[in-house]
């Protein structure tokens, strides 16, 4: 069974830089599109960036240029480089991996950015 666990969020001020991870077990994450998903309080989840399984790289406009999707195949790990952060950002992070079976989803950590 599929276990995704985030880390990485925190506390940080309007501008400043964070880097979650997602690592995966029970699955090798490289064979499947993952993704990072956000959802502020009161908001839905939306969608963030993607790496694909051919390592191509999607991004929401309202990241692109700010926020780094990549993957380490032997850490088996998935990374949201998140800089010039904005307190728009604040929410909890997710990432999710796309099998052709099913979704599978981590628990979240939370980033709040704020003066």
């Known amino acids: 069974q599929v276990q995704l666990v985030e880390s990485g969020g925190g506390l940080v001020q309007p501008g400043g830089s964070l880097r979650l991870s997602c690592a995966a077990s029970g699955s090798i994450l490289s064979w499947y599109n993952m993704a990072w998903y956000r959802q502020a309080p009161g908001k839905q989840r939306e969608w963030v960036a993607t790496?694909?399984?051919?390592?191509?790289?999607l991004y929401a406009d309202v990241v692109k240029g700010r926020f780094t999707i990549s993957r380490d195949n032997a850490k088996n790990t998935l990374y949201l480089q998140m800089n010039s952060l904005k307190p728009g950002d604040t929410a909890i992070y997710y990432c999710?991996?796309?099998?052709?079976?099913?979704?599978?989803w981590g628990q979240g950590t939370q980033v709040t950015v704020s003066s």
């Open positions: 790496f694909t399984s051919r390592s191509y790289t």
């Open positions: 999710k991996m796309s099998t052709p079976a099913y979704d599978s």
